[in-house]
């Protein structure tokens, strides 16, 4: 039985397997392809997922405006736009982030700290805080209450802490990875999937679904063996 949404890791990364370079710029050495293979997945999905320094970098959120993507939406009965929730502990986001004035549903997940300066603004339509005893979020709590709101399909958009958090706890079902044509190197440069990491007896094994290549660039889409 299915308890929480279906979960899909979407990034592209440098071919040492950087997500951003050692500054935490932004990451835009995707090509236009990677952009709408981006944009495919946002759109098939009820939700998207994503980290409070993952919008502090950008700024924005990517969102669907391919009109053959709108209308598969519209035919389905869904809104044009998923929701997109920020996952974050301390909510310590600026307002006048663009994000805010995006024509996109906002929600919220955070913990009742972090709630506090948002409620009774209208920046987010939905905030849920939930978290454990260690006033730490609780993401499998959250994930299973995403599901009963009828967010049943989730793209998870980074950082690499986030993704880590849910990896440990076998929160995540699939990864696509678009392995992008440069080096960024770097001790601090961030990875997909950052934390403490996991030891090679006990990491999550993979199975590869599928390989394309476009011009330069490699698309891999992986499952999470259970």
């Known amino acids: 039985m299915q308890y929480r949404p279906h979960t899909t890791v979407v990034l592209a ?49 990517l969102t669907v405006s391919n009109p053959q993507l ?24 600026n307002p006048e ?8 549903s906002r929600w919220l997940i955070t913990t009742k700290t972090g709630a506090l300066f948002w409620q009774n603004r209208p920046e987010f339509e939905r ?3 939930l978290e454990t005893a260690t006033e730490k979020i609780d993401i499998a709590v959250a994930l299973q209450h995403l599901l009963t709101l009828d967010i049943a399909k989730l793209a998870v958009l980074g950082g690499g802490e986030l993704i880590a958090s849910m990896l440990e706890l076998e929160l995540i079902d699939e990864l696509w990875l678009t392995v992008c044509p440069l080096i960024l190197g770097g001790a601090s440069a961030p990875t997909p999937v950052e934390g403490r990491g996991f030891l090679s007896q006990v990491a999550p094994q993979l199975q590869l679904m599928e390989v394309r290549t476009f011009e330069q660039e490699v698309f891999l889409n992986y499952r999470i063996k259970r």
Do not use: C, W
Request: charged fraction near 20%.
């Open 70 to 93: 709108l209308q598969q939406r519209i035919q389905a009965g869904k809104p044009s736009q998923p929701i997109h929730i920020v996952i974050t502990h301390t909510a310590h986001l």
């Open 127 to 129: 905030i849920l805080g």
């Open 97 to 104: 982030l663009r994000f805010f004035q995006q024509p996109v």
């Open 13 to 61: 990364m440098s071919a040492d397997g950087k997500i951003a370079d050692f500054r935490r710029s932004p990451a835009r050495f995707g090509s236009k392809t990677d952009k709408a293979h981006l944009e495919k997945q946002i759109a098939a999905s009820d939700a998207v997922l994503f980290g409070a320094n993952t919008l502090r970098a950008y700024g924005t959120t």
